[in-house]
């Protein structure tokens, strides 16, 4: 389901794509592999390791190894094949998949430019897909290396630290949103022309990240659901935190931030498109307005004319020539009236506001 014009394009049989594997013991580095089927032998029995294997722009040959290294879900895989997913997180026995859509803003083109990242998390590697030239995974990483006490939480530290990078940058989207609407407000209430086909635009655009803002919160709520339950609870399959309790307490409160600044962009979105339902609907208003006050001069200067037009029709047209007709001031008169009356009405037109 394509969810934006500029979201990514389904993976096709292209040049393989750029790809970085590191591995991880006890949330330190500790080396990186070639190939995904290196990383998947350094992983086996080592407990503690982990690999975080990161794509951008895959070929359909890459995703296939990985498939078979890494067992990943079939069903979860065609999506990340096809690319124009929602954002949603869905647990597939040992596997739990997540979508993601970062965003940016064109700031000349006034446009919302969304992409994508699939992230696969299993007990002990993660596989981030990005489809998107609007997260670059390359500077988050050296921002997670210095936190080895979230990394070593496993798999599900990587996944925070994508979402968190992908809400924080929602932010200045919807910054630069506010002031094209705000500037857009000043325009409605100045008269300016092209107000209505901007509003409609800028709509478009709030749609466009509300789509992928908004199934975010969903996705927040079972991450932290997840970490919430007991260890005994949490039944069979998807990866599993890794840490004593206090542990899991520390990243359950870097992920309650994030779920916070989310809850946040989301209001301001939603707010944006209120404001831009209000917006057309008062520039329909002063449309409206305006077009009546036309109307209005039009209707006025139509009854001002209309009268001695009426008068030089019947005094001209429909009187008979009698006695008096030839009369010397009858032409001068005839004039005076249709200039009196001509004259009342527009003062009386003018003092009631239509003139």
């Not at 500077?139 to 990078?165: F, M, T, W």
């Amino acid at each position: 389901m394509a969810l934006g014009r500029a979201g990514a394009e389904p993976v096709g049989a292209t040049a393989p794509g750029r790809m970085w594997i590191r591995l991880y013991r006890d949330g330190r580095p500790d080396g990186t592999a070639a190939t995904p089927a290196r990383a998947r032998e350094a992983l086996s029995g080592h407990a503690g390791r982990m690999a975080w294997i990161a794509l951008a722009d895959p070929a359909r040959d890459q995703l296939a190894e990985l498939a078979r290294v890494f067992r990943l879900p079939p069903l979860a895989l065609e999506d990340a094949v096809v690319a124009h997913q929602r954002p949603k997180a869905e647990l597939y026995r040992d596997v739990l998949f997540a979508v993601l859509r970062p965003a940016g803003y064109d700031e000349d083109a006034e446009a919302v430019r969304v992409g994508e990242v699939h992230v696969f998390a299993g007990e002990d590697f993660v596989i981030t897909i990005t489809h998107t030239d609007r997260l670059d995974l390359s500077a988050l990483r050296p921002r997670l290396e210095k936190e080895p006490r979230l990394l070593a939480r496993g798999p599900l530290a990587v996944l925070y630290a994508v979402l968190d990078h992908v809400v924080d940058a929602y932010a200045p989207v919807v910054a630069a949103l506010q002031e094209d609407v705000d500037e857009l407000e000043n325009e409605v209430f100045s008269g300016a022309r092209g107000t209505s086909q901007r509003t409609y635009r800028l709509a478009r655009e709030v749609i466009l990240l509300q789509r992928a803002v908004d199934p975010l919160g969903r996705v927040l709520e079972e991450f932290m659901a997840r970490l919430r339950e007991p260890a005994e609870q949490r039944g069979p399959g998807g990866p599993r935190p890794r840490g004593d309790r206090g542990e899991l307490e520390h990243l359950y409160g870097h992920l309650r931030d994030t779920a916070d600044h989310e809850a946040a962009v989301r209001e301001r979105v939603d707010a944006l498109a209120q404001l831009l339902q209000n917006i057309m609907s008062v520039n329909g208003t002063l449309v409206a307005q305006a077009q009546n006050e036309a109307m209005k001069k039009v209707s006025s200067w139509g009854g001002i004319l209309v009268v001695p037009t009426l008068i030089a029709s019947v005094y001209g047209m429909n009187i008979p020539p009698s006695t008096g007709f030839g009369w010397t001031f009858s032409w001068p008169l005839a004039l005076l009236l249709m200039g009196l009356s001509s004259l009342c009405l527009y003062l009386v037109f003018r003092r009631n506001g239509w003139l």
